[in-house]
């Protein structure tokens, strides 16, 4: 069995100050990781993935994410907060074989101006 | 190039109704997958296909619930005797192959039973 949890449904930040999202997960086999962006009304895109290569990993839009395996998280940051920023955001977490993405219910990340 | 579409955007039905939810993967990918997101239950998977053939159904809610997938292409999810709890949007995202690949997703289905 797999699970993720996103803590804070919402995020708050000025626009400059860092961006911190929060994913952990659990996993019975070595995991793949995912990040998605959603605005409003649209579908999911992909931020960025860890697929076991680097465990820094780095996105699009400035994102980057930090596996680390003794944590079980995959939390992530962006150094100065955009105001086109504000979205939804979801960690994913797929095990590799025929399945789909499990994924966290989300943070709703808000820009104050 | 082109991204995975959905139609229609937007759908809305009487309780009771049957419903057809259309998907075109992105050109070449052979994996789609169908997840609905709702307020209660967040981004839920449902089923996925490998080329035309779904091996596993058990992410479906209930028996009203069936997908198909011709041509290794188009899928169609079809909900018949709609519920209210059956409102939600529904996300059909493709990859190019099972197997901790990155999805693209769709748009989505709004659907809304009254």
């Known amino acids: 069995a797999q699970s993720v949890t996103q803590l804070g449904s919402h995020v708050s930040v000025s626009e400059g100050a860092l961006v911190l999202l929060r994913c952990n997960y659990s996993?019975?086999?070595?995991?793949?990781l995912f990040w998605y962006v959603q605005y409003p009304n649209q579908g999911l895109q992909l931020l960025l993935k860890y697929t076991s290569a680097a465990t820094l990993v780095k996105g699009i839009n400035g994102f980057e994410a930090e596996f680390k395996k003794s944590e079980t998280s995959f939390h992530l940051t962006k150094p100065s907060a955009h105001m086109s920023d504000a979205a939804e955001y979801f960690c994913g977490l797929t095990g590799g074989g025929a399945d789909g993405l499990t994924f966290g219910k989300g943070t709703h990340l808000i820009i104050q101006p | 190039g082109a991204g995975v579409s959905q139609s229609p955007s937007n759908k809305v039905t009487e309780k009771g109704k049957d419903v057809e939810l259309r998907c075109d993967p992105i050109?070449?990918?052979?994996?789609l997958y169908w997840y609905r997101q709702s307020l209660g239950q967040g981004l839920e998977f449902l089923i996925y296909?490998?080329?035309?053939?779904?091996?596993?159904k058990s992410g479906l809610p209930s028996d009203r619930f069936s997908a198909e997938r011709t041509g290794g292409s188009v899928s169609t999810l079809t909900i018949q005797r709609t519920q209210q709890e059956d409102s939600a949007v529904y996300l059909c995202?493709?990859?190019?192959?099972?197997?901790?690949?990155?999805?693209?997703f769709g748009p989505g289905t709004r659907l809304t039973v009254t």
């Open positions: 996993s019975s086999v070595p995991p793949y």
């Open positions: 995202a493709s990859s190019l192959a099972l197997g901790g690949l990155e999805q693209y």
């Open positions: 050109s070449g990918h052979t994996a």
């Open positions: 296909f490998q080329g035309n053939s779904a091996p596993d």
